[in-house]
């Protein structure tokens, strides 16, 4: 089965830096890659999604980029602010027939 | 967009009973449904896929006689913790496919077993 490794497991940055996120997968017939955002207690929020026929996709300060090859997709978020504080979870399915395995998750820290 | 209601939101049972969550789709008809379950600090993990009308199909190492899935019709799931045990506390979520690409995911159950 698909086997999603997330990296790091925590990540503290000043605000307005930039934060990235790595993932890899395993399967190579995944084809759907979304990135979720998770506060405590409640129901991880789709913030980017990136198809295996695009490389890279942006959506104002938050970008994704793929690499078919390697089997790594990164998650870049640009000038973070406190809100982006809360845990990230990459994911990779083979369309939503099929279930998403997720990675292990990232809590970022944005310092004031 | 495509909602999935959930409930409860949490439940407190004691242990040795029964709990039953609910997840229906509100504005589509959801064919199949992911159960997921996590703990704290830890990511979600797939406990079954339930299919309208067939039986569930569950991950390695999930006990189907533990967690009763019934996916009866195109609008609702139910997930059953039978004779649940303290260690059955958890948050448990549910989501459902919603076109080709993409899921909608339910508020999740949060259970604590006493």
């Known amino acids: 089965g698909e086997n999603v490794e997330q990296h790091p497991s925590t990540l503290s940055v000043q605000e307005g830096d930039s934060a990235v996120i790595k993932c890899t997968y395993s399967d190579s017939a995944s084809n759907y890659f979304p990135w979720y955002k998770q506060e405590l207690g409640k129901r991880p929020q789709l913030i980017i999604d990136?198809?295996?026929?695009?490389g890279e996709k942006k959506d104002q300060r938050i970008a994704v980029t793929l690499n078919k090859t390697a089997k790594h997709f990164s998650l870049h978020i640009t000038e973070t602010q406190p809100e982006d504080s809360a845990v990230y979870f990459c994911a990779a399915s083979k369309g939503s027939d099929y279930k998403l395995s997720f990675g292990a998750g990232t809590t970022v820290t944005v310092r004031a | 967009g495509a909602v999935v209601s959930q409930h409860p939101s949490r439940v407190i049972c004691k242990s040795g009973t029964s709990v039953k969550i609910e997840c229906r789709s509100l504005d589509f008809q959801a064919t199949t449904m992911f159960w997921y379950r996590q703990f704290p600090k830890q990511s979600l993990m797939l406990m079954a896929t339930s299919n309208e009308g067939s039986k569930a199909t569950y991950e390695q190492g999930v006990e189907k006689d533990k967690f009763l899935i019934n996916h009866a019709s195109l609008t609702l799931s139910t997930l059953t913790v039978t004779s649940a045990h303290p260690e059955d506390s958890s948050f448990y979520i549910c989501?459902?496919?919603?076109?080709?690409?993409?899921?909608?995911f339910g508020s999740g159950t949060r259970l604590t077993v006493v």
């Open positions: 990136i198809r295996s026929n695009v």
């Open positions: 989501s459902a496919p919603t076109g080709l690409y993409g899921y909608t």
